[in-house]
């Protein structure tokens, strides 16, 4: 870990302890493996330094409030309170059941953080650095940011429509930042990484910082500004600051005072990449305003990807860490993020290449080096550890292998680079397995003596159940349950105590003693079969079903209200057409071109046609007159904001733009599209549908699209420019 001195220190700031911090996560979504990476990498670090003696303050949590959370629990009908409160012990179970050892868990919607934020907000109103402003601007919900541009400006980030809004805000002196985050980003090359992190921030900063509107008034959760409630402080102001306010800042407890002053300045905020920017300008400049040390370094993680595409609930291409625990373990997973993703890059996700690094490094590699070892003392020696006697050029090389390999791993895994720490370990697994192999003590040639043969079987299985405690102690903080078992039968008793006795401090050859009597073998990492993939792939499957049909449970519901039928779509009502009375019939003639209407081509009528193919012509129930279509108020509009609807696999919500107003639509497409592509697009909508409510929300219109015979929707378009709003007649 680069560690470089910040402007301002803490006087009785001790080098042996180290504070660290994940990303607080949102409560609108689920925690999935993305978020899983995170939190797994501060563990292992965590745990690292813990045996390295230094004292470490780990933590985590949930951030809470914002126009985001606040439309989140809308949407699924609950209040922002208990929604967030549900949401938020999703992700600390998680985080339990995969045994990770934050040391606090600070949720933005507690008293402690609500007072700290307040106290930040004052100190800083106080210093100078606040001011009371208008602002008429575009802002991101999603990403909670505020976007330079006009009007129907994507957000430069995610992709999203922003939305304008119009506030009398507070902002903060952000422009009287640049130069001194340019000269202290210059002073601490350590500060912010990896490299392309560091010039996209740097880039930023270079570019020109303005004042930040750190209030909000159109909406109410949020943490209330002193003495000006109606506003709501800007939610990463109220969220970054979470990781002062965990420790203590703003508490009138002397404890938690003291607290604050024992870790604070952080060494470590690590965070996914694309949330740099709050943390690299506006955090430091937060800080320096209110005269607070800033922290040590911001190392982001490169993106899990999944299905070519960054894991996110928005794109619908998740999967939870449980499923990998469930089928491989918790440590398997950690060995895999840790392993096959260098850090800072973004890195694929498959249970593909899941099972493959398993089954390579951990099933036969690692975990069959400990077996073979293991049951050969027992097999041979009775399960009490053999005198070595005295060491031969084999033995040599080896002990020289796993002092080199304790020499590489720290640096490396200390400079973040777990890949390469593991890579240089498994090394010293591979030598150890290949000296086994070429000594083989389970073989007695015929010529060799018997006390001979006892003298290298003890040489041998005492020299490489020595490489693999090496090995063991090394990798306990990346693959902490086995590395337990594995301590406990090499008559180790528990790893947990070796750490907390700072057991990596004085780790070197020679620390197991002949006469140590061993636990029993145990399996480490069963080989997983072919069957693992599916038994993992069922279980996502198993579970987006569920939440399909939990969602399709209450569409059905809605279904089959009287008042409000719904259409293929799941959409909006369009009444169901009479039985046909007449045979099969080609297409009426229409004013409108056909594919700009919803065509329900019936499965019955092609079961069998590929979705590319074109749809067999639609039965006909009856002719309409022109006056009857000119009913139907069919209108250009484009799509600003596209997003999933909680517990509601099918639905999107839409908000349109028809130019002359902008309006929700739900609809029933999220299968076929993900929301951030659906983006700026133009569609045709039917304007004059009577409004009708589907979850909690109403649904004022409805796209047009074609229906393939396997039910695809296929949006209605244009290829020349049309204005938004004009009607198809
Ligand atoms: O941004 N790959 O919360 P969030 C790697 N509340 N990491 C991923 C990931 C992926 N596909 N998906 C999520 C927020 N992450 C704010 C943070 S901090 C004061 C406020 C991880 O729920 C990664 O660490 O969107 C990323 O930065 C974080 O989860 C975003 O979580």
């Known amino acids: 870990m680069e560690r470089s001195a910040p402007p301002m220190t803490n006087p009785d700031q001790s080098s042996a302890r180290f504070y660290l911090t994940t990303p607080i996560y949102y409560v609108n979504a689920r925690p999935h493996l993305g978020h899983a990476y995170s939190t797994i990498v501060c563990d292992a670090i965590a745990r690292r330094k813990r045996a390295l003696g230094i004292e470490t303050w780990f933590l985590t949590g949930t951030d809470e409030h914002g126009q985001k959370i606040e439309r989140s629990a809308a949407l699924a009908g609950r209040t922002p309170e208990e929604f967030a409160t549900a949401v938020s012990g999703e992700f600390r179970g998680l985080w339990d059941r995969l045994g990770l050892s934050y040391d606090d868990f600070i949720r933005t919607t507690e008293e402690r953080h609500k007072q700290g934020v307040q106290h930040l907000f004052a100190t800083l109103r106080d210093r100078g650095f606040i001011y009371k402003g208008s602002y008429t601007g575009q802002y991101c919900v999603s990403d909670e940011a505020y976007v330079d541009g006009p009007p129907g400006t994507p957000c430069p980030d995610c992709g999203r429509m922003t939305e304008t809004v119009s506030e009398e805000n507070y902002f903060f002196k952000l422009s009287a930042f640049e130069r001194k985050l340019l000269e202290f980003y210059e002073a601490n090359p350590g500060f912010m990484g990896p490299e392309s992190t560091r010039r996209e921030v740097i880039s930023f900063v270079r570019g020109g910082l303005k004042d930040l509107s750190v209030s909000r008034t159109s909406f109410s959760w949020g943490i209330p500004v002193p003495g000006d409630e109606k506003h709501v402080i800007y939610v990463w102001l109220d969220a970054l600051a979470n990781y002062i306010t965990a420790l203590g800042y703003g508490s009138d407890d002397p404890a938690h005072q003291a607290r604050f002053a024992k870790f604070w300045p952080a060494d470590l905020h690590l965070i996914g990449k694309e ?62 993020l840790l392993r096959e993703i260098p850090f800072g890059q973004d ?149 947990a105590d070796a750490a907390k006795k700072s057991f990596l401090t004085e780790l070197g050859w020679g620390g197991l003693k002949a006469g140590t009597k061993l636990g029993e073998p145990a399996p480490l990492f069963p080989r997983a079969e072919k069957d693992a993939i599916d038994r993992m792939q069922n279980l996502e499957d198993e579970n987006n079903r569920s939440a399909v049909e939990a969602a399709s449970g209450q569409e059905s519901a809605a279904k089959s209200a009287p008042e409000a039928p719904t259409s293929a779509l799941g959409v909006s009502p369009v009444p169901a057409p009479p039985a046909p ?107 004059n549908l009577a409004p009708r409510k589907m979850r909690g929300l109403e649904s004022n219109g409805m796209l047009l699209a074609a229906s393939l015979p396997d039910g695809a929707p296929v949006l209605a378009g244009f290829l020349e420019e049309v204005p938004l709003g004009a009607r198809l007649k």
Not at 287 to 309: H, T
Not at 465 to 493: C, D, F, H, M, N
Not at 630 to 656: F, G, T
């Open 347 to 495: 890195g694929s996700f498959s249970f593909d290449a899941l099972v493959q690094r398993y089954n390579g490094d951990l099933a036969n590699g690692y975990g069959n080096l400990v077996s073979r070892v293991v049951s050969m003392v027992h097999k041979y020696f009775g399960g009490v550890l053999p005198e070595a006697g005295a060491e031969t050029q084999a033995e040599a090389a080896l002990r020289e292998s796993a002092v080199r390999a304790i020499a590489a791993f720290g640096p490396a895994f200390d400079d973040l680079n777990f890949s390469e720490s593991l890579k240089s370990l498994w090394l010293l697994v591979a030598e150890t397995d290949g000296y086994l192999t070429a000594n083989a003590p389970w073989k007695r040639p015929t010529d060799r003596p018997e006390a001979e043969h006892v003298a290298l079987q003890a040489r041998v299985l005492a020299t490489a159940a020595e490489a693999i405690r090496i090995i063991t102690a090394l990798v306990y903080p990346i693959l902490p349950e086995s590395a337990a078992k594995v301590w406990r039968q090499l008559g180790q008793g528990e790893i």
């Open 581 to 687: 009375t007449v045979a099969p019939a080609p297409a009426a003639p229409s004013a409108v071109p056909p594919t700009l209407l919803a065509v329900d081509a019936p499965a019955a009528a092609a079961p069998a046609t590929p979705a590319a193919q074109p749809a067999a012509p639609p039965q006909v129930p009856q002719h309409i007159t022109i006056d009857d279509f000119a009913k139907v108020e069919l209108r250009v509009a484009q799509i600003l904001v596209a997003e999933r609807v909680p517990k509601a696999d099918k639905l999107l919500r839409l908000e349109v733009d028809l130019g002359y107003e902008k309006r929700q639509i739900l609809a029933g497409i999220a299968q076929y599209y993900e929301p951030e592509k659906l983006i700026g697009r133009k569609i045709v909508i039917v304007a």
């Open 275 to 336: 949330i740099s920017r709050f943390h690299c300008v506006y955090w430091p400049a937060f800080l320096m305003a209110a005269g607070i040390p800033v922290p040590r370094s911001v190392k982001a993680n490169g993106w899990l990807l999944f299905d070519q595409g960054k894991m996110s609930k928005s794109r619908g291409n998740i999967v939870r860490a449980e499923t990998v625990q469930e089928v491989l373990g918790a440590d398997a997973l950690r060995y895999f």
